[in-house]
């Protein structure tokens, strides 16, 4: 400050050089604040995961693990099938994962033919909803097309040059954005062997500017595997814990590096980046195998869903928020929720609270910074795609083609609640058709899911409304494909299910299906088990039928919403 003081006229010709030096020196000052404040509000207010300052609208799955978009974006708070929807176009298949947007192109990935034997990357003009382009590649692992099994259920990530999406065969397939030119594929069967899933894989990818991350979580032997986007080239692989995860990596930035964090298997984990090297772990999680990490600045928000025979209690503790202090390795918890717990939708955040959403369709509103519960509102419908934040509003889709934009702060306030579709009509498939095995098929599932190079039934298509084999056949015994299973681990045949006969993700809930306390589940103990779930599924199969709302991603002009059939492009002048 003194050298500022020798600016006068009188003076300046006395230490002229000084007080030049002294310029250039509050410049760099200035300009390192600047920079500093710049990257700690890009920390807080963009997606992190990118590794890059000028990313795409919406490049991969909840745009980089937040879910938000700026404030001033011009798309509209109410809409309906005659108004506010710009256009809506059937897709090739049937798809579970969310659309990308990338300046006038939406990109999305679908599995086409009875038993998705094709994987498809498709590319629509922004403004008009017409197909600019269509990459396809055949799968190397068949699986019946049917509720039971996810059907292109990850979402890819695009940036300018390529776009990379990852199928539940375990294709890879990367290819050019401009055209849909094919750059490289493979199949990462061939190096973590045959994928073992009752329901099929739908972690999601999560990028950096020259690597691409998958969490390859099944029943065999798991990897999180890093890979480079140039060429498809394994860059590090690490072991996962075995078993189903639908969770997604995200990527945090520390400083001047990267982390990818996994949030799954009953523990969350940082790893470095460029290594793979495990750089810390908290453990004793239940139900975190669904939502996905969110990241905000050094915080980390975990999400956690009510498992099967779980208590909520449980889960609930498992939605908590986690922070690095200063230069902290590993990160603290904070707080762990009380009773709000998460379900198929990620946490969003939006200024100073925490939204959950439960598979009952309940809105859970925290405090991000100490956990305390504002609110808990019940939305009238259940929700598989993560809400959107746009400044303080808050856009929930649900899975029945409703949206409410709700106020985003500690009270509960509904501005205004849209639907896609007459619920009286909806929009049936126009060519695609649910397909099942034969009759003689055992098993919980209805799918026919096989190993890599395994055979499969010629199977039949169900007709509209048609219950499919399955569902006839556990109509007669409800639960008894789901007690068969269980079964086939008793090793000594006694049909009492001890150690390590007891599958693993029973073991975190054994106090509740373990009626007589003895450490093992007799068959009486596993039939009550079977028939509450096959209670609990009851309809589910209708009820997971086209249309579904799964996947959202939005931009400065509007929301794109994708059901398995169809994208809806909402906001901007109506096409239709």
């Not at 595997?225 to 945090?252: C, H, L, N, Y």
Request: with cysteine; proline share 5%; charged share 25%.
């Amino acid at each position: 400050m003194r050298y500022l003081n020798l600016a006068p006229a009188q003076n300046l010709a006395l230490d002229k050089t000084m007080a030049n030096r002294q310029l250039n020196i509050v410049s760099l000052v200035m300009a390192f604040f600047m920079v500093t404040s710049t990257s700690l509000l890009a920390q807080e207010s963009s997606p992190p995961s990118q590794g890059k300052t000028n990313s795409p609208a919406w490049s991969s799955f909840r745009n980089g693990g937040l879910s938000h978009v700026p404030k001033d974006a011009s798309f509209p708070t109410s809409w309906s099938p005659s108004h506010g929807i710009s256009w809506q176009v059937e897709l090739a298949g049937y798809g579970q994962s969310a659309p990308l947007v990338l300046n006038d192109k939406i990109l999305v990935t679908a599995v086409d033919g009875p038993k998705k034997e094709t994987n498809l990357v498709i590319c629509i003009d922004r403004e008009t909803g017409v197909e600019n382009w269509r990459a396809s590649q055949p799968s190397t692992l068949l699986g019946s097309s049917n509720y039971m099994y996810s059907r292109a259920a990850p979402t890819p990530i695009a940036d300018e040059q390529r776009t990379i999406a990852f199928f539940e065969s375990g294709d890879l397939i990367a290819v050019r954005t401009s055209d849909g030119k094919k750059l490289w594929e493979r199949d990462l069967k061939q190096d973590v062997g045959e994928l073992k899933s009752r329901h099929g894989l739908g972690s999601s990818l999560t990028q950096t500017d020259d690597l691409f991350f998958v969490n390859l979580e099944h029943g065999g032997p798991s990897a999180l595997i890093a890979i480079q986007k140039s060429d498809g080239a394994t860059r590090w692989s690490v072991e996962r814990p075995s078993g189903t995860s639908w969770s997604s990596p995200v990527v945090m930035r520390r400083g001047d590096e990267f982390q990818v964090v996994i949030s799954s298997a009953g523990e969350a984990a940082g790893y470095d980046s460029q290594t793979g090297k495990e750089l810390w772990k908290i453990t004793d999680l239940a139900g975190n195998s669904v939502p996905s990490p969110l990241i905000l600045g050094n915080r980390i928000f975990l999400g956690a869903r009510k498992s099967e025979f779980g208590s909520v209690a449980a889960a609930a503790q498992s939605n908590l928020c986690l922070e690095f202090l200063e230069d902290d390795v590993s990160p603290t918890v904070v707080w762990r929720s009380e009773r709000c717990v998460a379900d198929y939708c990620s946490p969003v955040v939006s200024g100073d609270f925490l939204f959950l959403i439960n598979g009952s369709g309940i809105l859970g509103c925290l405090n991000k910074n100490n956990g305390e519960e504002k609110y808990r509102q019940r939305l009238g419908f259940e929700s598989w795609a993560t809400p959107i934040v746009r400044g303080d509003q808050l856009f929930v889709f649900g899975k029945n083609g409703t949206t409410s934009v709700i106020q985003a702060d500690g009270e509960y306030k509904l501005i205004s609640e849209n639907r896609l579709w007459d619920t009286d009509n909806p929009p049936s498939p126009v060519s695609y058709q649910e397909y099942y095995p034969p009759a003689k098929a055992t098993g919980h599932g209805t799918g026919d899911h096989k190993g890599h190079n395994g055979k499969h039934s010629s199977g039949s298509k169900p007709t509209a409304g048609s219950r499919g084999h399955s569902a006839q056949r556990d109509s007669k015994n409800p639960g008894a494909g789901m007690l068969a299973g269980m079964l086939k681990g008793d090793k000594d045949g006694d049909e009492t299910l001890t150690g390590d006969e007891i599958p693993k993700r029973l073991v975190a809930v054994m106090d509740n299906i373990d009626l007589n306390k003895d450490g093992s589940l007799d068959k009486s103990e596993l039939e009550k088990m079977a028939k509450s779930f096959a209670k609990r599924r009851a309809g589910s199969k209708q009820s997971s039928r086209d249309p579904i709302v799964y996947g959202v991603a939005a931009d400065s002009e509007g929301i794109l919403i994708r059901t398995g059939t169809r994208l809806y492009a909402i906001g901007g002048e109506s096409k239709k």
